[in-house]
């Protein structure tokens, strides 16, 4: 049997637990959930390019997923998958205050509701798996073992899917904000040749070029996968990590947020979206909605809150039945590189609603918005990331893809 084991490092603490959101520390079913979305990903080209539409390749891509990863016990032809996972996690406890107290107001930012509050000085609200850089006994190792008929195929995707999560991605609560980033290490195996952690920002570049799948067609993808419409940025960097991940949280305040007197955090409000205040500030006073707020292209649900009238709002995603949730297409990662930290930004554009889907704007009375894949407006993330390219010049700033 064939085995493969990579070292992770924790680069960002991370908010990871159980159901009642209790810290537990690394499992392999948080892993193995991780590994089957950066594998999505990266098969969902390749699939496409075979079936004439998208229907069939869903199912083709839903087909291999069950077979490499295995289903659920309650599904039909429930199974393990084509190998096993074991996860040994060398992280420290988590910690209250994992990011200590009255941190910068870009890490609150980050944070968002239910994560972060400002009263009493800022401080986490959950316990957080702190982060552990640069040491051999801290982190955690992942081993996979194929079963015996598992091809070389298969090890490929697998593979391919836990280094694309050692270079993107996190675990946890706002994974997709920086929070609970994972650096690999290394990687070796039966097959594969060795990995080294990339020590520059050219390293990092080649080992990422290397995986990324070949995309063909100008269809939007029906779920977050690479395509002709993926960007990857490095969009700074900094020698602290926390440093650079406030920094990061204040750009995009900075860049969304309307602000309280003119000012946000002591600067100048840029007030990039005053349509949607307005739009919204009419919601609460009882008046129609007829549009959708440009900055739903963020994520839903976003909440509005209105100190001038202590007016309140939520946006949010209404499928035909109940309520959901819109996760955010644009990922960001912090990845150390040698003794650098590079925050690296992944826009993975996506068919952004299901058909028959609605956008909801909830005040003083319920109002739904019918939303179609025009209203969404894609370069209000495109400016937000030009603007690194844009307001800091002495900084990396690099296309990696798209």
Known sequence: ????????????????????QSPDGIRPSSVKGALRFWWRAWAWSALRAQ????????RALHAQEARLF????????????MFVMHVRDRTAAATEQALGTSFDNGILYLLGMGLGSFQGGNHCTRAAIPAQQGSRKSGFEVKLIFKPQAGEADVLAV????????????????????????????????????????????????????????????????LSA?????????????????????????????YRSYGKDGMVNGLQAERNFKDDHNLVLKATE????????????????????????????DVNFKP?????RRASPLLLHIHRVGDQYLAIHTLLKARFLPERARIEVKSRRSQRVDVREADIDWQVLHDYL??????????????IHG
């Open 1 to 20: 049997m064939r085995t493969i084991s990579a070292t992770f490092e924790v680069v960002t603490p991370m908010f990871l637990g159980g159901a009642d």
């Open 51 to 58: 079936h004439p539409d998208d229907l069939p390749a869903l």
């Open 70 to 81: 295995g289903l659920a016990a309650k599904e039909a032809d429930s199974g393990q998958g």
């Open 159 to 222: 593979s391919s899917a836990l280094q694309l999560f050692g270079l993107l991605g996190a675990l946890g609560s706002r994974a997709r904000h920086g929070l609970g980033s994972v650096s690999m290490t290394a990687m070796q195996g039966q097959g594969i040749p060795n990995w080294q952690a990339p020590q520059s920002l050219p390293d990092y570049q080649r080992a990422l070029k290397l995986l990324l799948p070949p995309v063909a067609g100008t269809t939007m993808p029906p």
């Open 226 to 254: 690479f395509s002709q419409h993926t960007r990857i940025d490095a969009s700074l960097s900094d020698k602290d990590p926390m440093k650079l991940l406030a920094r990061l949280g204040r750009e995009q305040q900075a």
């Open 286 to 313: 009882g008046q129609d909605v007829k549009q959708v707020p440009e900055r739903v292209v963020f994520g839903l649900p976003h909440n509005y809150f209105f100190s001038s009238t202590k007016g309140k709002a």
């Open 320 to 324: 035909e039945s109940g309520e959901g």
């Open 386 to 399: 030009d603007r690194y390219q844009d307001k800091n010049k002495s900084d990396i700033w690099e296309r």
